[in-house]
């Protein structure tokens, strides 16, 4: 074995992990015992800093860090929240979603899927016409911000069909709570799932619910699993402040450091606008270079982008990742099914000069692969 990794930090424009600030990553330099005062007041202020980012009161809702990745808290909510004869409608516009009624097969669970096209958010009239013409729904879950395209889906509207029809409302926000502003009770979101390292620009290591206390308390029995139990995991924080299982601690700290950060930032309208303005500067340069756009302009977020690769010879996927990694810059490949696409992000500790720099490194990694997309 030997190190494999530099110094020197490439620059992430991929949905997550992201490029992290020098004092997040510091923070982490810190051995904290799990059950000890001072990493359980940690844990307290986060969940308590998170309530206040989606205007959340804690008589209505609560919140409950989960150990893992994002899709350990989505599987959480999957797995524990719906009662043995519930029924779970996903509205899927991406492989976000489809992620979540794969969840539910793998569990069993009784579940039907509205697929809508990846380049259009989902249409409201069917959502209404499924929810009329199947009746027994118990829960309906959506991706807010659909990673597989960067499209936003209107959550909103959609809380406001499910509330008429009394199911409970899932929400997977992975890639959009703390840079995109949701406020819960609007929306009536019942659950909603977002992870430490996309726009809190932490590192991996866990994920969070932020569930209203009402429908949780309701959930005890139906976890399908023991590690994954959102009651269970909930009981135990407000019973005396800890994790039931080993917690990523310095995951943990360092996400502290990173909500500090967010608020120096102006909160989540502060650092919307500087994604917003990365995504611009981003958009308006490759449109400049001759790169095509996948979505429509109003579907698009500030979140990560898909370009449709270019129909030229020379232009391969592979070669240009790397071009670009070996000048220091990591993109991300496409996910979408209907096209071929490639992704770049504009979320993380990213400024105005990164994604110049990131332009640059794109217009001289095409002359190198002699590729002109101007005449294109
Ligand atoms: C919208 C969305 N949901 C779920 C996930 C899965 O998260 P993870 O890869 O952390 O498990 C992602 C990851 O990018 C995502 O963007």
Redesign the pocket.
């Known amino acids: 074995m030997k190190t494999i990794y530099s110094n020197k930090d490439k620059v992430l424009f991929t ?2 992990p992201l490029t992290t600030s020098s004092t997040v990553k510091q923070a982490m330099l810190t051995d904290l015992g799990s059950r000890d005062i001072a990493f359980i007041e940690i844990v307290r202020q986060i969940r308590q800093k998170l309530l206040e980012i989606g205007s959340c009161s804690p008589d209505v809702y609560t919140v409950v860090p989960m150990q893992g ?3 350990f808290g ?1 599987e959480a909510v999957v797995s524990s929240t719906i009662p043995p004869d519930g029924k779970l409608l996903v509205i899927a516009n991406g492989a ?1 979603g489809e ?1 979540i009624a794969k969840i539910a097969n793998v569990l069993n669970i009784n579940c039907y899927v509205l697929r809508g096209v990846e380049e259009k958010t989902p249409d409201l009239d069917e959502i209404n016409k499924v929810l009329k013409t199947n009746l027994g729904f118990t829960h309906v879950a959506v ?1 807010h ?3 597989t395209t960067g499209i936003i889906n209107p959550i909103q509207e959609i809380g406001g069909i499910v509330r008429d029809f009394n199911c409970k409302f899932f929400v ?1 926000a ?2 959009s709570f703390g840079a995109v502003p949701i406020n819960l009770y609007d929306c009536d979101i019942d659950y909603l799932v977002s ?1 430490s390292n996309k726009c809190f620009e932490g590192v991996p290591g866990f994920s969070f619910v932020i569930a209203k206390t009402e429908a949780l308390e309701k959930t005890q029995g139906y976890a399908r699993s023991l590690s994954l139990d959102l009651f269970s995991q909930w009981q135990g924080l407000e019973r005396d402040g800890q994790f039931r299982f080993t917690p990523p601690t310095h995951a943990l700290v360092s996400f502290h450091q990173a909500l500090i950060e967010l608020e120096a930032e102006g909160g989540v309208s502060g650092r919307a606008l500087r994604y917003r303005k990365n995504h611009e500067i981003l958009v308006d340069g490759m449109k400049d270079i001759g790169f095509e756009l996948y979505l429509q302009p109003a579907n698009r977020s500030y979140i990560i982008t898909s370009f449709i690769s270019p129909n030229h010879l020379n232009f391969d996927f592979c070669s240009f990742y790397q071009h670009l990694s070996n000048r220091g810059y990591l993109i991300y490949p496409g996910k979408v099914s209907n096209a071929n696409c490639f992704r770049i992000g504009s979320i993380g500790y990213l400024f105005k000069l990164d994604i110049h720099a990131l332009l640059s490194a794109v217009q001289d990694t095409l002359t190198e692969m002699q590729i002109d997309l101007s005449g294109i």
Do not use: K, L
């Open positions: 949905p997550g990745s994002g899709t989505i976000y992620r991706v911000c659909e990673t997977d992975m890639s992870s």
